[in-house]
């Protein structure tokens, strides 16, 4: 079965420093790989999605960037942390191109101070 | 550019109650899926909705997408403390790659 890893759960940094944030897929081959942002409680805004290794399109400018190094790898980073950039960080994957079914991992609550 | 509507944003009932929450587009999608997520965790996997007009119950729960592909709506026959959470609408067009999310309604049922 397919499972899928994020970590960690949560992070406090402060501002200025450099984030990464790492999420592994296992069970599955080239899957597509997604990063979203959610504001307290509410719905999720893609940041970037990945359908290949190396292959990252990104939906939202920002202080954020995401890199594929290998199949089942998503890395999401930032070089210097912005208080604006706190929230709860998901990771998803899906079979296919985006007529099916995202499975997220647990999440990782990120606090910028 | 919000894609997807949901309605109401919060919702407080009491356990036993029935009720009813919407998502809806001015968009047409090839598949529309309803998520639950759990504070402090990813949203998981409700249904998936591909025809027109197609009805899936899940238990308690009851889905319908809209003849014309644009909206739909989420039943729940009376509700239980552990159907609260956040329910997510999500999209997905044909030559898309990611899904459409909605803002959520978010859904508490008190004993």
């Known amino acids: 079965s397919q499972t899928i890893h994020q970590w960690p759960a949560t992070l406090v940094q402060p501002v200025g420093s450099p984030l990464s944030l790492e999420c592994t897929v296992e069970?599955?081959?080239?899957?597509?790989l997604y990063w979203y942002r959610q504001a307290a409680g509410r719905g999720l805004q893609l940041l970037f999605y990945?359908?290949?290794?190396?292959?990252i399109s990104s939906e939202v400018p920002q202080n954020l960037s995401a890199s594929r190094p290998q199949d089942r790898q998503f890395i999401l980073s930032s070089k210097k942390l912005l208080l604006s950039d706190s929230g709860f960080y998901l990771c998803?994957?899906?079979?296919?191109?985006?007529?099916?079914?995202?499975?997220f991992g647990q999440g990782t609550r990120l606090t910028v101070v | 550019t919000q894609l997807l509507e949901q309605s109401p944003q919060f919702l407080s009932i009491q356990e036993g109650e029935n009720l009813t929450v919407y998502c809806n587009s001015s968009?047409?999608?090839?598949?529309l899926q309803w998520y639950r997520q759990e504070p402090g965790e990813g949203p998981v996997l409700l249904v998936t909705?591909?025809?027109?007009?197609e009805v899936k119950k899940l238990k308690r729960l009851t889905f319908q997408f809209g003849d014309a592909r644009k909206d739909s709506s989420l039943h729940i026959t009376a509700a239980q403390p552990g159907d609260t959470g956040l329910y997510l609408c999500?999209?997905?067009?044909?030559?898309?790659?990611?899904?459409?999310f909605g803002k959520g309604t978010s859904l508490l049922v008190t004993p």
């Open positions: 990945s359908v290949g290794i190396g292959q």
């Open positions: 968009s047409v999608f090839s598949s």
């Open positions: 998803a994957w899906s079979h296919t191109g985006g007529d099916t079914e995202a499975f």
């Open positions: 909705v591909v025809t027109g007009g």
């Open positions: 999500a999209g997905a067009f044909y030559s898309g790659y990611a899904l459409n």
């Open positions: 069970g599955t081959s080239n899957p597509n």
